[in-house]
């Protein structure tokens, strides 16, 4: 059984900057292609950022330059750093992984979504 938990969404005023982490738990062997997506009301899920497990990072546009995606492999924790956060940032944030797990299981996983809302 494998979970991926997101922390550290909330209320930010635009220009401020939020980090939200995503902990993955359980018969983990090892954590391939990463990725951040985020949903707005009314909108398709879109992808903000991924990481494949060579360090290879790709962002969508409308994130470039504001947004940074990092993992930390020792504790299977992803991050998304935002900063020059705009309202139209404001969404539920999605964790998503592939992961290979200790009985050689290699499946996709989504967290719970946490919300970040860009509002004054």
């Known amino acids: 059984q494998v979970q991926l938990v997101e922390s550290g969404g909330g209320l930010v005023q635009p220009g401020g900057s939020l980090r939200l982490s995503c902990a993955a738990s359980?018969?983990?062997?090892?954590?391939?292609?990463v990725g951040w997506y985020r949903q707005a009301p009314g909108k398709l899920r879109e992808s903000v950022a991924t990481?494949?497990?060579?360090?290879?990072?790709n962002y969508a546009d409308s994130v470039k330059g504001r947004f940074t995606i990092s993992r930390d492999n020792a504790k299977n924790t992803v991050y998304l750093q935002m900063n020059s956060l705009k309202p139209e940032d404001t969404g539920v944030y999605y964790c998503?992984?592939?992961?290979?797990?200790?009985?050689?299981?290699?499946?996709?996983?989504w967290g719970q979504g946490t919300q970040v809302t860009v509002s004054s």
């Open positions: 359980g018969s983990i062997f090892s954590i391939n292609d």
């Open positions: 998503n992984a592939v992961i290979m797990t200790l009985t050689a299981f290699r499946g996709n996983y």
């Open positions: 990481s494949n497990s060579a360090g290879t990072t």
